[in-house]
């Protein structure tokens, strides 16, 4: 069993700042890639951002700049820091991450059930 859990999200005015946590538990041997991906209304899901177990990171052009991943190997856990909000960010932020289970290394994509951010004008 392998869970991926999310928290920081809610209700922040643009220009603000929010940090998104996740952790992943359970039966994990090692994960590959975790990220960030979101879906806002009406819009299909997109990556937010990525990091590598080594710490390679890729941003969407849309959030360089003002938000940054960040890993913590030994906690099985991804931060997002989020700064300089905008509307268009509003969205429900989903965690996933690439865990292999053994050491055959075969890894699965795992997701978490989602946290809502709400950015104001």
């Known amino acids: 069993q392998v869970q991926v859990v999310e928290s920081g999200g809610g209700l922040v005015q643009a220009g603000g700042s929010l940090r998104l946590s996740c952790a992943a538990s359970?039966?994990?041997?090692?994960?590959?890639?975790m990220g960030w991906y979101r879906q806002g209304p009406g819009k299909q899901r997109e990556l937010v951002a990525v990091?590598?177990?080594?710490?390679?990171?890729n941003y969407a052009d849309s959030v360089k700049g003002r938000f940054t991943i960040s890993r913590d190997n030994a906690k099985n856990t991804v931060y997002l820091h989020m700064n300089s909000l905008k509307p268009e960010d509003t969205a429900v932020y989903y965690c996933?991450?690439?865990?292999?289970?053994?050491?055959?290394?075969?890894?699965?994509?795992?997701w978490g059930q989602g946290t809502q951010v709400t950015v104001s004008s």
């Open positions: 359970g039966s994990i041997f090692s994960i590959n890639i």
């Open positions: 990091v590598t177990s080594g710490g390679t990171t």
């Open positions: 996933n991450a690439n865990i292999a289970r053994d050491r055959s290394l075969v890894s699965f994509s795992y």
